[in-house]
Structures are given as C-alpha cells and as structure tokens.
C-alpha cells in the first residue's frame, strides 16, 4: 500500500474507529430510552460528535497540538466510529467555508430526504421477504 493507504493509516483509523464505537454504545447504556421515546444518547453522540470533530480539525489546522496521524485516529476513526453524523456536519462546514451553497442545501435536503426514503424503502423492501 502506498500514499494515505498505509497499513498504519488502516491501523490507526480502525483503532480510533474501535474506540468511538465502544465510546457510542457506552453513552446508549448509560442514557436509556426514557418514557418519552426520545433518542437522548443518539441525539447527544450526534452533537458531542460534532464538538469534537469540529475541534480537532480547527486545531489541526491552526495549531501543532494535533498531528496528521492524530487528526487521523480521532476525527476519521474516533468520530467515525463514534457518529457519522459528525463527518456529515464537517463536510457540510467545509462546503459552507468553501462559499458551496447550493451543494450544501443539496448535500443537506438530500441525505436527509434520500436517507428517509432509503430507510423506508429498506424497509418496505424487508416486509416484501416477511
């Protein structure tokens, strides 16, 4: 392997990855559905998601306290594992910074509609075997 496909890079992004789903499945144990029904652990994995891949990317790219394989392990794999939602947001403040706003409503609307419909459909598509 070569370039950014390191087998370290793997290493690290699988590692960090491990560790951000353990962390998520921590969170779901210690904050049940409470009686209203509301996803209070997905909802705070979600935001705290998006803290933290906020932060270090900000600090990757405005300090040295954060090393690219550091960047790596944490925002790839930690975050990754932890919620992909936090990629989601990172990339739609990447296209926001980058002045795309037309690709940020559509990257918005459209995960959130095609997502919907997806999980729908999958579902549907289950009842039809069942």
Request: hydrophobic fraction near 50%; proline fraction near 2%; glycine fraction near 14%.
């Amino acid at each position: 392997m070569t370039g950014n496909m390191s087998v370290r890079n793997l290493l690290l992004v699988g590692a960090g990855g491990f560790i951000g789903s353990v962390a998520r499945y921590i969170v779901a144990l210690a904050m049940p559905l409470t009686g209203t029904g509301f996803p209070f652990a997905t909802f705070t994995v979600n935001l705290l998601g998006s803290f933290l891949i906020g932060l270090i990317s900000e600090l990757t790219v405005s300090t040295t306290l954060v090393s690219p394989e550091a960047r790596l392990f944490l925002t790839t794999g930690f975050c990754g594992g932890f919620t992909t939602f936090s990629s989601y947001m990172h990339e739609n403040g990447a296209l926001i910074r980058d002045g795309q706003v037309l690709y940020t409503t559509l990257y918005l609307a459209g995960s959130v509609a095609g997502g919907f419909l997806a999980l729908y459909t999958g579902m549907a598509t289950a009842k039809l075997w069942s």
